[in-house]
């Protein structure tokens, strides 16, 4: 909340200017702009309400009151105040309501030697929260859609360009934007290292895969190779059953068993009807080629954004999953920006083959897109027998 500022009585002139900014948010600079030049008449309460009145005239702003709301209304207009939203103002002891367009109006008609203008106490939202709320609704929006690598817009219209490498490499995605802050301060956030020593063994239930031949388009979506596909795919785990969503490949494997690497990983992601990821891992190793690999590779586009479709029933899941489905379960996070918490991990442990022509193909392209493991951070890890 800003406290109210109140002008002093020997301003006597006020401007302001309202400009007009992009797309549909209402945008512009307020700016109060107040002369100060010597009086000759007496302003103490006992001067007469009948003395001659000064002309206007215009300087620039000197006082830092003003200039400060200045600043606070710009910035709240760029963060996306509601155009719609009425400031409450007083101006020579009335108070009003109006839009800022009015403001501007009503501001630049205030004249005489002893006008007040008072913003009231919270008519300027704090533009970090609008900022910040908006960016958070978008992130949201993003993770229940599924989309383990979504790239969010800037302010400016833009995209922040996370990476694997340099500036904009794991380190420091948790600084690219708000929204990725999760990043760096999360405590569930994954791939990690699963150490079997540490994981709790016992019975667990089977996970049931239900997958059938489908449709599905191969799309290069500048970090990695993922396949969307069309059809009735689902996993049922812990009750709740979860359809397929896409899946995509990572080079070398990110998650880690008893600290050993893997060549590259499958990471198959699935959604609840309320909104929860649950992400079966398949790991894989050089050995003959693998069959479902081959007909991705069929039809891998090589520009970032093209986008191939697949024939209709050619994709068959059953095909890469491996024939021992016992597997590791936690709760972690997508493995990419926003890098959201609260997902299921369900790892596979039995290995599935790739033909080294098969993996030189992919790291090609993408020689390393596969995130650090990170702190467990005494998470309970489960080792299905």
């Not at 954004?305 to 059953?318: E, F, K, T």
Request: aromatic content about 6%; overall charge positive.
């Amino acid at each position: 909340m800003m406290p109210a500022v109140r002008l002093p009585h020997s301003m006597y002139a006020l401007g302001c200017t309202l400009r007009a900014t992009a797309v549909h948010l209402l945008a512009g600079a307020l700016l109060l702009a107040c002369g100060l030049a010597a009086q000759a008449q007496d302003q103490s309460p006992a001067a007469p309400k009948a003395a001659a009145r000064p002309a206007a005239t215009t300087t620039s702003t000197t006082d830092p009151a003003a200039r400060a709301i200045g600043q606070q209304v710009r910035e709240a207009i760029e963060a996306g105040i509601d155009p719609n939203r009425q400031i409450t103002l007083t101006v020579g002891g009335m108070e009003k309501r109006m839009a800022p367009a009015a403001v501007s109006r009503q501001a630049a008609a205030v004249t005489g030697p002893a006008p007040t203008f008072v913003v009231a106490p919270g008519a300027i939202p704090n533009p970090v929260a609008v900022r910040q709320q908006a960016l958070r609704a978008r992130a949201a929006a993003a993770a229940a859609a599924g989309h383990s690598a979504t790239m969010v817009s800037s302010d400016h219209g833009g995209e922040v360009h996370w990476s694997y490498e340099g500036e904009g490499g794991p380190p420091n995605w948790g600084r690219l934007k708000p929204e990725f802050n999760v990043c760096a301060i999360g405590k569930r956030q994954s791939p990690i290292n699963i150490e079997e020593t540490a994981t709790l063994r016992g019975p667990a239930e089977p996970i049931q895969f239900d997958y059938l031949p489908s449709t599905a388009s191969v799309v290069n979506n500048g970090h990695t190779i993922q396949v969307d596909v069309v059809g009735d795919n689902s996993i049922t785990v812990r009750g709740t059953n979860y359809k397929l969503l896409q899946f995509h490949f990572h080079h070398p494997s990110e998650e880690r068993v008893n600290f050993r690497s893997f060549s590259m990983v499958v990471h198959l992601v699935h959604r609840s009807p309320e909104g929860q990821l649950a992400v079966v891992a398949v790991l894989l190793d050089p050995g003959e080629a693998n069959a479902l690999i081959h007909k991705v590779w069929t039809y891998m586009p090589l520009d970032s954004g093209d986008r191939v479709r697949m024939p209709a029933g050619v994709l068959n899941l059953n095909e890469l999953l491996p024939k021992d489905q016992r597997y590791y379960q936690f709760i972690g996070s997508l493995t990419t920006p926003p890098c959201t918490e609260g997902v299921l991990w369900l790892v596979l442990k039995q290995p599935v083959a790739i033909s080294r022509d098969q993996l030189r193909l992919f790291s090609q392209l993408f020689p390393n897109n596969a995130r650090p493991v990170q702190p467990v951070n005494g998470r309970a890890i489960r080792d299905a027998q």
